[in-house]
């Protein structure tokens, strides 16, 4: 008995390691382990053994069938594999579904770049910042409406005996003077981008957003200049069809001071639903006050500069083509709107 079934476990192992064909390594496991194959045919007679030979005989026949079901079982798995994939190595791969920027992330890159190739530096200053360097610095006096708790959020920290309370900026203003203390003599060229703060929420404001100032200051700056940057960076972001012009404002911390508007993307100037006259509002700009000059120590009678502040998501929503009419879908988390990005 021994014998016979050490014949049988070499025999079948033989036969397995010599083919790969489906069918053949079926009839093997049906000629050896199925109910009528050599193995269960033994297994029939080991009842006729001495109980001594029976015992031994018995684990011998378990060592046997094991090593030819171990034999069969993973060369089966393989080729039920290959009869259930219709696999053509020479065509592409499937390949992962891949994310892209946010639109307010690929806004800023856009923006930086056109300001970079006019010889703008990119900076970026502190989103919570001192009193001093939001609002006291910046010619806004300890009575002004934007340092109410109704419109800023003032933080819940010690006040600084010359710097005063700290607060998430409400604009990237902040910068300027951080700027001029940074560089010390001009000339200066900045772009600053960065998350402001504000009390507000609605249809064109988010109680947080991006906003990007620009910063210059040197011998001799004028309007002018103010007026051929602003026009370069609406010729390059908004496409050529698209005009500017400045409308006289006032801000605390430039003198004169000017809103800037650029035609609608709707009417393209000719008077639409949309913007009534064919102009919308794009942001603040001016000339920066004597005052903030001489807070970041820049002597007003021997240098001059302009400044401009934007919110990067207006500026977005008024790009050619974009038609976004709700700010706060930009933050919505919404895929199927992401994805037209």
Known sequence: MRQK??????????MIMQTSDREELENIRIQYLGKSGYLNEIAKQLKDLELSDRIEAGKIFNDVKFAISSALEPKLKIENCKLKIDLDPT?????????????????????????????????????ADWDWYVFESLNMPPGHPARDTLETFFIDAPVHPKLGQMVLTTHTSNGQVREMERV????????NIAKCYRRQSDISHTVMFHQFEGLV??????????????????????????????????????????????????????????????????????????????????????????????????????????????LRLLYGNDIRFLNQF
């Not at 014949?7 to 033989?14: M, Y």
């Not at 010390?184 to 772009?191: L, Y």
Request: hydrophobic fraction near 35%.
């Open 184 to 191: 010390g003599k001009p000339p200066v060229r900045m772009i």
């Open 91 to 127: 065509l592409p791969g499937t390949h992962p579904p891949v994310g892209h920027l946010h639109p307010v992330t690929q806004a800023i890159e856009e923006i930086s770049s056109i300001f970079e190739k006019i010889g703008f530096s990119r900076v970026r200053y502190p989103e």
């Open 217 to 326: 200051i040197d011998s001799g700056i004028s309007i002018p200049h103010l007026r051929g940057t602003i026009d370069y960076f609406i010729h390059h972001f908004f496409g050529p069809d698209r005009k500017s012009r400045l409308r006289p404002f006032h801000f605390q911390f430039t003198e004169p001071s000017f809103e800037v508007d650029i035609t609608c993307d709707i009417c393209l100037g000719k008077g639409c639903r949309l913007c009534k006259e064919g102009w919308l509002e794009l942001g603040g700009a001016g000339m920066v006050h004597p005052n903030v000059l001489k807070a970041g120590k820049i002597d007003p009678d021997e240098f001059t500069g302009f400044a401009f502040g934007w919110g990067v998501e207006r500026t977005f929503m008024m790009k050619s083509g974009v038609k976004i009419d709700d």
């Open 5 to 14: 079934l050490q014949n049988i476990k070499n025999e079948a192992l033989a």
